[in-house]
């Protein structure tokens, strides 16, 4: 029953996005931790999702014409080939170790947290 909940929880924010709750962090970490396996795989879908948006949104800007240009400071660089098993256990990993200092964060949005791992553990190097 609780796969049912979690489905019709995507498909309200699917389907209505202004209605939809944002997920906390805390939420994110009841699923990625759930024996149950609908729970696992919200959690992924979740998590790399959080990336692909992220990703496609830090590739290009509306310029004032509304066109769209490449930009030239990515908040965050992803090495090529990185599984995205590993992007996802990266994430958990540190979702883990924040809550159990900071407990406090499960309030937090999700998103920001995903963002704020990804951009933390795939700066960009600058050059000189």
């Known amino acids: 029953m609780k796969s049912m909940a ?6 309200t ?19 990625c931790t759930s024996s149950n396996e609908g729970d696992k795989s919200a959690c992924r879908f979740y998590i790399l999702g959080v990336f692909e948006g992220a990703q496609l949104a830090g590739e290009s800007v509306q310029d004032k014409s509304g066109n769209f240009q490449e930009t030239k400071d990515k908040r965050f660089c992803v090495p090529d ?7 996802e256990l990266t994430v958990k990993m540190k979702m883990g170790a924040d809550l159990a200092v900071y407990p406090e ?6 998103v920001s947290f995903v963002m704020g791992v990804i951009a933390t553990q795939f700066p960009c190097q600058k050059t000189k």
């Open 81 to 87: 080939g990185l599984a995205s098993s590993a992007m």
């Open 105 to 110: 964060d499960r309030d937090l949005p999700a």
């Open 6 to 11: 979690c489905l019709l929880m995507f498909g």
């Open 13 to 31: 924010f699917l389907c209505d996005p202004a209605s939809a709750a944002q997920m906390k962090v805390g939420d994110l970490y009841n699923l």
